[in-house]
């Protein structure tokens, strides 16, 4: 007898474009890239999934499909990649949000503050768009993908002081808190 040989190919697709919980303003438009991987075989075509609705299908590298207009709240996007074989597999889901407007928020307990040194560090949430910036007091204040912000070292001067945070966006009016410590 004769060895039988069987080739398995190994089939994935995995979203890389948007990151999951990533962030856009309304309408949003939310561009969605997958990265097939084929063990065997080429890419016959991808298509690409909202809300598990086809929103279109590439036959052809680069696998970029732009969702436009997405309304606001929270959205699944996903895709399916189909060989030449025709061997098809679905991508896990990721999730985003598009939200009316970017938001600020400071942590509690820091606005009426009382500060016993000549600096203060704090915290709070970012709802907004990749590539916006939290400036505190002048200070570029790092955010992470979710949607937190830091805020190390804020001088103060002797008596109250008034700290200024302005988010800016690339998509819409800059949004400014002030606290008071």
Request: aromatic share 6%.
């Amino acid at each position: 007898m004769l060895p039988i040989h069987i080739a398995v190919a190994s089939l994935s697709v995995d979203v890389v474009e948007p990151y999951a919980g990533q962030v856009y303003l309304a309408p949003g438009d939310v561009r969605i890239m997958v990265d097939p991987k084929l063990g065997a075989g080429d890419v016959a075509h991808v298509d690409f999934f909202g809300d598990g609705v086809l929103l279109g299908s590439r036959s052809a590298a680069p696998y970029v499909f732009l969702w436009a207009g997405v309304g606001t709240g929270s959205h699944a996007v996903s895709a399916r990649v189909r060989d030449s074989g025709g061997a098809t597999v679905l991508s896990a889901p990721v999730t985003v949000s598009v939200t009316a407007g970017a938001a600020l928020q400071v942590d509690p307990g820091v606005d009426g503050s009382i500060a016993t040194g000549d600096s203060i560090s704090f915290g709070g949430t970012v709802v907004a768009p990749a590539n916006s910036a939290v400036i505190v007091n002048g200070r570029l204040a790092p955010h992470d993908r979710n949607g937190r912000f830091f805020a190390n070292g804020v001088a103060l001067k002797p008596g109250a002081n008034t700290v200024t945070l302005v988010l800016n966006t690339q998509d819409g009016a800059p949004v400014t808190r002030t606290v008071v410590v």
